[in-house]
């Protein structure tokens, strides 16, 4: 049974830095892409990030230059540096795995629980 989650989340000040770690758990895994999502209290779940397997990451316009997503593909993880911090990026983060268990497969959706990420002073 495939199974994916994060941890890593807190609270920080403004301008502060955070990482977040997803790890995806289970047998034969496939990552086709990682993802990260986040949803701000009261809004829409929005898109963060999309990583695929050559590494390219693709990176939403508000975190563009802050944020940097690495991974360790041995480990099936995935890892979010946040920095320089704003009020406006505290939500729950979410860690989306586009995983198969077989080569050939194309995948299905693996969301984790989320994290919560809170940034005030």
């Known amino acids: 049974q495939v199974r994916v989650v994060e941890s890593g989340g807190g609270d920080v000040q403004p301008g502060g830095s955070l990482r977040l770690s997803c790890v995806a758990s289970?047998?034969?895994?496939?990552?086709?892409?990682w993802n990260w999502y986040r949803q701000p209290p009261g809004k829409e779940r929005e898109w963060v990030t999309t990583t695929f397997p050559d590494g390219r990451t693709n990176y939403a316009d508000a975190v563009e230059s802050r944020f940097t997503v690495s991974t360790n593909n041995s480990a099936n993880t995935m890892y979010l540096q946040m920095t320089n911090l704003v009020p406006e990026d505290t939500a729950v983060y979410y860690c989306?795995?586009?995983?198969?268990?077989?080569?050939w497969g194309q995948g299905l959706n693996f969301w984790g629980k989320g994290t919560q990420v809170t940034v005030s002073s």
């Open positions: 289970g047998s034969n895994l496939n990552i086709r892409t």
């Open positions: 989306l795995g586009l995983i198969a268990t077989t080569s």
